[in-house]
T-cell receptor, first 113, second 112 residues
Framework: AQSVTQLGSHVSVSEGALVLLRCNYS??????LFWYVQYPNQGLQLLLK??????LVKGINGFEAEFKKSETSFHLTKPSAHMSDAAEYFC???????????FGTGTRLQVFP | DTGVSQDPRHKITKRGQNVTFRCDPI?????LYWYRQTLGQGPEFLTY????????KSRLLSDRFSAERPKGSFSTLEIQRTEQGDSAMYLC??????????FGPGTRLTVL
């Protein structure tokens, strides 16, 4: 069965520092890949997705992620963290034969001034 | 576009009682999904509708859980004979295609 691993349940960075949130999936066939963000007391919001084509995808709020098939990874990055980026981030996959999303356990990002 | 709405936002019930949650998707979306999220975990898929047809159910969905989507619009999720282990956030999402699911704010269930 497909699974998603997010390394690091908590990540802390200083404002202006690089953000790197890690995600690996288990599948011999690359699924569709997603990053969602959940702000406190709000619903999940799609940050970006990879389906086909260019492996570096750009999303909202300056985030981007790169699909690396050889590493079965889809890490999320942002060059310069902002205080407003503090939230919980979820990596998710959707196998090609189903519409459902399979989520990782999430990474809580803290941004310090 | 008013987004996905869920009602109620919070529900406290006693063990053994039945509860029903409602989800109203974005109006033109034909796909509707239910997920469950417990503390410290990512959402777990429960079930999925395309229009009024229930196309997939998770093995997590015991026979105490039932979901419907009459007329392909709103959906209800009913839990019968609730147990303390059912305490969680129940999330609904809708989509026009499989590439972007829009999530509602969730219904937080507490079973005492």
């Amino acid at each position: 069965a497909q699974s998603v691993t997010q390394l690091g349940s908590h990540v802390s960075v200083s404002e202006g520092a690089l953000v790197l949130l890690r995600c690996n999936y288990s599948s011999s066939v690359p699924p569709y890949l997603f990053w969602y963000v959940q702000y406190p007391n709000q619903g999940l919001q799609l940050l970006l997705k990879y389906t086909t084509g260019a492996t570096l995808v750009k999303g909202i709020n300056g985030f981007e992620a790169e699909f690396k098939k050889s590493e079965t990874s889809f890490h999320l990055t942002k060059p310069s963290a902002h205080m407003s980026d503090a939230a919980e981030y979820f990596c998710a996959v959707s196998p090609l034969d189903t519409d459902k999303l399979i989520f990782g356990t999430g990474t809580r990002l803290q941004v310090f001034p | 576009d008013t987004g996905v709405s869920q009602d109620p936002r919070h529900k406290i019930t006693k063990r053994g009682q039945n509860v029903t949650f409602r989800c109203d998707p974005i109006s033109e979306h034909n796909r509707l999904y239910w997920y469950r999220q417990t503390l410290g975990q990512g959402p777990e898929f429960l079930t999925y509708f395309q229009n009024e047809a229930q196309l997939e159910k998770s093995r997590l969905l015991s026979d105490r859980f039932s979901a419907e989507r009459p007329k392909g619009s709103f959906s209800t999720l009913e839990i019968q004979r609730t147990e303390q282990g059912d305490s969680a956030m129940y999330l609904c999402a809708s989509s026009l295609d499989r590439l972007e699911q829009f999530f509602g704010p969730g219904t937080r269930l507490t079973v005492l």
